[in-house]
């Protein structure tokens, strides 16, 4: 273990190590198999603690940076060099932005709002409101399509933090639905607190928190002057590459058939 959080794997050529980010495992060719079992433990002691791993690989012209964060995969490719300092900036992003929303964490702003009584003010951050002022003007855009109060549904479906087995009652369904909606939230006028207007109210972020950790993670990129990147987080994808003779990044889309892949 070097440093915080970090797991160093010597062994295969372009395979540099892994960092704390649910992800496992590397095949050393040069440890011996008293250092091989001090490393597994100390991998094993990491992944109950609930940490995950990326790996970092490199090319002639391209470093590969992949793990898993806010319960899916990630990648990011970038020009040589600044793997550490990359990797810390994008990893932070998607940090801040679970902390903030996720619903898998009692301790999210998002989660507070939940478990809130009707007309309590839960205080959130600006980069909340920002997710959330994004949310209400796709919401207009699409008829009410897109609605982040939509928690309690997801839940009754078994996609969220509590477990679930089996198909909802269709009247349940019906009567959940008929709560939905974005005036069942009020956002105060200095847009830092935030409160729910109906018991049992429940929002769910997770259909644009991502693509806003995305776009954080890019930002944050962008202030290192990094101006070739490709990040990519469960599908949301934000890319970037300048410079002279430089081809475009290509970004292939998965044919949506089931019986080929």
Known sequence: VVGTGHVLVFGRENYHGFRCTNM???????????????GLVAVAAAASAGWAF???????????VHGHSMGTRYSVQFSQGRVEEVTRAVESAFVEVDVAMSTFRDDSQVSRLNAAAVGELVSISPL???VLGAAEIVNQA??????VTVGALVDAWGFGPSPRHGVPA???????LRELGHSQVELEADGGQISKRRKGVRVDLSGIAKGMAVDLAADRLDALGMVDYLIELGGEIRARREGAG???????????RADWR
């Open 24 to 38: 496992l495992l590397a095949q050393s060719h040069a440890v011996s198999r008293r250092h091989a079992l001090r």
């Open 54 to 64: 990326h790996r970092v690989a490199s090319s002639t012209s391209v470093v590969r």
């Open 128 to 130: 909340t409101r920002r």
């Open 142 to 147: 699409t008829g009410g399509a897109f609605d």
């Open 170 to 176: 269709s009247g349940d369904v019906d009567a959940l």
């Open 246 to 256: 430089e081809l475009p990044w290509r970004i292939g889309v998965e044919a949506p």
